[in-house]
């Protein structure tokens, strides 16, 4: 087998169809980050004419350092052919050395173990062979993290993925909890209404981002980072940003029609004596249509009669679609948008034939008083699955250099966390 560079186009063909790819490891990811500073290399194993192995190669200098190397939720090849991982791995170390690297960061989109839609483990089915591969070959782990609060590592290691493969949609949504097949019927009550978002509205989900980091305790990115990331993928239909807005005028003139359907009602079964619960009922009813009709009112003179609410940011390529960003005003979270942009993804997925739809990032602590147990939740409401991935890696390639750089870069995050507090 030989170890080689690819072309793009060589890549692409590869890269689309592995069981193992993101939208991490697609051609035009190189395009988004090099406006931040990232060289870009596509490199491959082939035996004979037929590709087994590649990734797609980020590069940048760490000053006073020389280059940090990173395959985004690489590498592209079948984990259970360890021969294949030793040989693409002596090829990659060889390259790395003629480009004055000091190592190399991986993040695998492969399993640790088996997870259930609970989070709870599938006995015997560590990857302990790879672990123990990984690490004869120079790669040194990074460690399991459990709260997205302590994570360090680039990408989630904690994700969950909603299985579509040759599902229609109606087995999907019986396959739903009670609670999240309520709160998608509620959300069509509401008067919401998606918008394909494009280069001029996309401050409207940069807004959204922006709220939800404040709450969430997140950074977020400029909004000059979603533009380029969107100009250069959308021309390519590799991406979709959707817009939830709520039309408040129309909640208010439906609660004022059901407002006099209620008096009407009333007013006939007054005087009947067959009739004083429903007339209790009708009384509650009521009660709930005046005040809503109030808050309507409040909203309205204070936001406007329609206001976009929520967003989701869509990545689409080879067999999944990944559910990136995720944003909500919190005072409008009730009208339960984000089940309705979920739902409508998934639909989109299932008509488009994509075999998975990920739902991305999760906290690893499921007990339902963790911080991060409501995200889960929402997700888990779904039916989709735990999946815990390996982790992530570095392949030194100077030790020496490593230590240090090591060293220096932790003592540079302490000082920061100490500015902060």
């Not at 120079?138 to 993925?161: A, C, M």
Request: proline share 2%; with cysteine.
């Amino acid at each position: 087998m030989e170890f080689v560079t690819l072309s793009e186009k060589e890549f692409l063909d590869y890269s689309k169809k592995s069981p193992y790819t993101s939208f991490f490891q697609m051609p035009l990811w190189a395009e988004v980050k090099k406006d931040n500073g990232w060289d870009s290399y596509f490199v491959g194993l082939k035996d004979g004419k037929k590709i087994v192995a590649a990734t797609l190669l980020l590069s940048k200098k760490i000053k006073f350092f020389k280059n940090m190397f990173y395959a985004p939720r690489g590498f592209l090849l079948d984990y259970n052919n360890l021969d294949i991982l030793e040989e693409f791995t002596n090829g990659i170390k060889k390259f790395l050395k003629d480009k004055n690297a000091l190592f190399l960061k991986i993040n695998p989109y492969v399993d640790y173990q088996e997870r259930t839609v609970d989070g709870e483990v599938v006995p015997n089915t560590e990857k302990t062979e790879l672990m123990n591969k990984l690490k004869e070959l120079g790669f040194v782990h990074n460690g399991f993290y459990i709260d997205q609060d302590k994570k360090t590592d680039l990408e989630p290691r904690w994700i969950s993925v909603l299985d579509i493969n040759g599902m229609t949609m109606d087995e999907l949504y019986s396959n739903m909890r009670k609670s999240c097949k309520w709160r998608i019927n509620n959300s069509r009550k509401n008067a919401l209404k998606i918008i394909e978002a494009d280069e001029d509205n996309l401050f409207e989900f940069k807004n959204l981002m922006k709220h939800t980091a404040e709450r969430r305790e997140f950074v977020d990115r400029p909004l000059s980072y979603y533009l380029n990331m969107f100009k250069i993928l959308k021309k390519h239909n590799l991406v979709r940003v959707l817009l939830v807005e709520i039309n408040f005028k129309e909640l208010l003139d439906n609660s004022k029609k059901s407002l006099e359907e209620n008096l009407k009602k009333q007013e006939e079964f007054k005087g009947r004596g067959n009739k004083e619960k429903q007339l209790k009922e009708l009384e509650l009813e009521k009660e709930r249509l005046d005040e809503k009709i109030e808050t309507l009112e409040s909203t309205i003179n204070e936001y406007g009669e329609k206001k976009i609410i929520a967003g989701g940011w869509y990545m689409l390529y080879g067999r999944e679609i990944n559910y990136l960003f995720g944003a909500s005003y919190k005072q409008f979270m009730k009208y339960n948008s984000q089940y309705l942009l979920q739902y409508e993804m998934i639909n989109y997925a299932v008509e488009n034939h994509y075999e998975a739809f990920n739902f991305y990032g999760i906290d690893g602590n499921f007990d339902e008083h963790s911080k991060g147990f409501g995200l889960f939740d929402f997700k888990r409401g779904f039916n989709a699955c735990v999946h815990e991935l390996v982790g992530e890696f570095d392949l030194v390639i100077d030790k020496g250099r490593y230590s240090l750089y090591r060293f220096s870069f932790s003592l540079y995050k302490k000082i920061k966390k100490i500015f902060k507090s």
